[in-house]
């Protein structure tokens, strides 16, 4: 796929889209079903998730055009969530191995909780001195 202005406008459009359908998820999930877990936030992952799913389906029977496919999966599904790229990708890595895909499962989930802690603790420490 080549990044040209007709790709990056697909990508930025279906990114506004996906952004927007975030935030009212998770929104109304919030507010219809109050708990102290982030319903929300998991039902926009797994909805995602099962979305790249289906469109990664069509993809591999149908030649569809490129720019289709990055307003589909960088920009709407991106935006909706990043997790569905993690979750198809590894799913891609479970068919050719299964410690790489446990790898991937382990450095992403841990790694991406280390990171936001140590990013939240870093500035935390900066602002309070």
Not at 15 to 33: D, L, Q, S
Not at 69 to 86: D, Q
Not at 94 to 103: E, L, M, N, P, R
Request: net charge neutral.
């Amino acid at each position: 796929m080549s990044f040209n202005w007709p790709a990056v406008l697909a990508i930025g459009f279906g990114g506004f889209i996906g952004a927007v359908a975030r935030a009212y998820t998770v929104h109304f999930t919030n507010k219809y079903i109050p708990l102290e877990f982030p319903l929300g936030i998991l039902v926009v992952n797994i909805l995602g998730s099962f979305l790249i799913g289906l469109v990664f389906a069509v993809f591999a029977h149908y030649n569809l055009n490129d720019n289709l496919k990055m307003f589909l999966t960088t920009g709407f599904l991106g935006a909706l969530t990043t997790y569905s790229t993690f979750a198809i990708e590894t799913f891609f890595l479970f068919q050719s191995s299964f410690i790489i895909a446990v790898a991937n499962i382990a450095l992403n989930v841990f790694g991406t909780i280390f990171a936001a802690a140590f990013g939240y603790k870093v500035l935390q420490f900066f602002l309070n001195h």
